[in-house]
């Protein structure tokens, strides 16, 4: 059982736009920044997103992220067939002095 | 370029220990905090441990405690995990990723570690 929330899978077609929740409590996600990591199948998990809403140099503007209150939200806009991956959320959580990621989404695109 | 470089994994039997290391290069390590992160075979990933860019503050995730030891030596630019008393799900991809204060953004490519009978 993950710290953090997130839907073990969502699904879209090509071109379409989908949204990742990330919940966590005010330990957490209320009180830190949230980051988003891709892992595409077979790969490392790479940076999308950092301090909620901030893109990589090299990360289109496709992704985008946003939180509020104990929320955290990826959304991911024109969907290509590359785009599927599992996708994570990571925070800080001051209650267990620990750090804590989403139990991942699975990303089809179909 | 950030490097880093996991070595160490295997296959070991349960009760046993295993050192992992993590070479990093391409930065200042010794003005960042390092983590291990764990991913188990088709499992989600796993938070396993954080030490202090200068090794101050050591963390780890509950089911690691008192089995676990993260250190480092930034004369070397070498992360460790030193993990005793190993156990079946303790097997995983192990993971060494540099902390950029409040986001990891450097991953390394990993290292197995199956714990098997």
């Known amino acids: 059982q993950s710290v953090l929330t997130q839907p073990p899978s969502v699904s879209a077609t090509p071109g379409q736009k989908v949204t990742i929740s990330c919940s966590g409590s005010s330990f957490n996600i209320e009180n830190n920044y949230v980051s988003w990591y891709q892992q595409l199948p077979g790969t490392v998990p790479k940076l999308l997103i950092y301090?909620?809403?901030k893109r990589p140099s090299e990360i289109p503007d496709r992704f985008s992220g946003s939180k509020s209150g104990t929320s955290a939200t990826l959304g991911i806009t024109g969907l290509q067939t590359g785009d599927e991956a599992d996708y994570y959320c990571?925070?800080?959580?001051?209650?267990?002095?620990?750090?804590?990621f989403g139990g991942g989404t699975k990303l089809t695109v179909l | 370029q950030v490097q880093l470089v996991e070595s160490g994994g295997g296959v070991v039997q349960p009760g046993t220990s295993l050192r992992l290391s993590c070479a990093a290069s391409g930065f200042t390590f010794g003005s960042y905090g390092m983590h291990w992160v764990r991913q188990a075979p088709g499992k989600g990933l796993d938070w396993v441990a954080v030490?202090?860019?200068?090794?101050?503050?050591?963390y780890y995730v509950d089911s690691v405690k008192g089995r676990f030891t993260i250190s480092r030596d930034n004369s070397r630019n070498t992360l460790y995990l030193q993990m005793n008393s190993l156990r079946a799900e303790d097997t995983a991809v192990y993971y060494c990723?540099?902390?950029?204060?409040?986001?990891?953004?450097?991953w390394g490519q990993g290292t197995l570690v199956t714990v098997s009978p």
């Open positions: 030490i202090w860019y200068d090794g101050t503050k050591k």
């Open positions: 990723v540099r902390y950029n204060g409040n986001w990891w953004d450097y």
């Open positions: 301090e909620n809403n």
């Open positions: 990571g925070t800080w959580d001051n209650s267990l002095s620990a750090g804590v």
